[in-house]
């Protein structure tokens, strides 16, 4: 599919291709030492997560999304790096800052971009929003406007996984705010008890809405907490993508050999407020600057540039395909349909409802 964005036309490669071409380069997971090949895919998948937010905030601007944008500006390290070892086969849970996990497990932007315009060919036929994304297909179990609401929903599909004697794994993936709600602790002393496979992956990015992670939690390591379940805890720079990288795929292969849930801390910082319209007044501009020069896109650059020897001139022209990929997603979901009235009632019950064997309670007149 073809889309003209001004003069020039960009090509919407097919999703199931692009991912395909994408796992040919990831190779083997195991290896300690990433290729350069790796490193410029990861950089490629970090750069449109990036582009993907800020059209979302572009289209927000215009009032043209439905619902609070939340962004995953500045995190995108921790999605990619983590999501390049898993499969389709493998399940991940996420939160209300959920784009960059659909976009680094291999979501539809177009469907993306749909469902945060309110169009009938988004994820949830524009009935969702940005908080409510779900891909059965690649193991996307839904992103989740409550805090902590993921946590136990992860516990559940790993008790199914168990239960299906597989190798595949859940990733559970929940901010540091939600690691003081009683699902967190519920939910992972249910996974540590049960030793189900799960992993689950805290991006503190230091703030749950405007509260400091500092001045609701005294430890200094969330991943301290793992003790307390007889489980192994761990932390992370969330900006490096290496790092992010090598630890998970440590993590993931303890996991799959049955090892029980590991609990992961991904140090990161949300670059942009909490949602689009947040005045940020709970934190300063020295503080916002002082992380933004840990930037995990400008990470991966010096690398690419120090190391595999690649070329400001070769990451702009990375940069400018993203973008233009993206903006093409976007420009074509706008031209959708938006639901029709007669819809609304629909998707509300299982259409099986009204043969429901339980209903046996009715025949014996109670």
Request: proline share 2%; aromatic share 8%; glycine share 8%.
């Amino acid at each position: 599919m073809k889309v003209k964005i001004g003069v020039a036309t960009i090509k919407l490669q097919d999703n199931s291709r692009r991912r395909q071409s994408e796992r040919r380069i990831l190779g083997d997971m195991n290896q300690k030492v990433l290729s350069k090949e790796q490193l410029i895919e990861f950089y490629r998948k970090m750069v449109r997560i990036r582009a993907f937010e800020n059209e979302a905030i572009e289209l927000a601007k215009m009032n043209l999304t439905r619902a609070a944008v939340h962004t995953y500006n500045g995190e995108e390290a921790i999605a990619v790096g983590i999501c390049a070892h898993l499969s389709d086969q493998d399940y991940i849970t996420s939160t209300h800052r959920g784009h960059g996990h659909c976009i680094a497990k291999g979501a539809d932007m177009k469907k993306m971009f749909a469902e945060l315009m309110a169009r009938e060919t988004g994820y949830c036929k524009g009935k969702g929003g940005s908080m409510h994304i779900a891909d059965m297909s690649i193991g996307m179990l839904g992103a989740n406007g409550i805090v902590g609401g993921g946590i136990p929903i992860a516990v559940g599909a790993g008790f199914a996984l168990k239960y299906q004697h597989t190798k595949n794994i859940v990733v559970c993936f929940f901010g540091d705010g939600a690691a003081n709600e009683g699902t967190f602790h519920e939910s992972i002393n249910m996974a540590a008890v049960m030793n189900l496979p799960v992993i689950f992956v805290c991006e503190n990015n230091q703030y749950a809405i405007s509260t400091s992670q500092k001045k609701s939690c005294k430890a200094k390591k969330l991943s301290d907490r793992a003790i307390g379940y007889g489980i192994e805890g761990v932390t992370i720079d969330g900006n490096d993508i290496e790092a992010v990288y090598q630890s998970f795929g440590e993590a993931a292969q303890k996991v799959r050999n049955g090892n029980g849930p590991i609990l992961m801390e991904m140090k990161t910082y949300r670059m942009a407020g909490h949602y689009y319209g947040d005045n940020e007044n709970y934190r300063t501009r020295e503080e916002v600057a002082e992380w933004k020069k840990r930037c995990p896109i400008k990470h991966l650059e010096e690398i690419l540039e120090k190391t595999c020897k690649v070329s400001q001139d070769e990451l702009k022209r990375m940069q400018k395909e993203e973008e233009e990929f993206v903006l093409a997603a976007s420009e074509s979901a706008k031209k959708e349909k938006e639901p029709s009235p007669q819809d609304l009632k629909n998707d509300l019950y299982d259409e099986t409802y009204a043969d429901i064997s339980w209903k046996i309670y009715e025949n014996q007149g109670r």
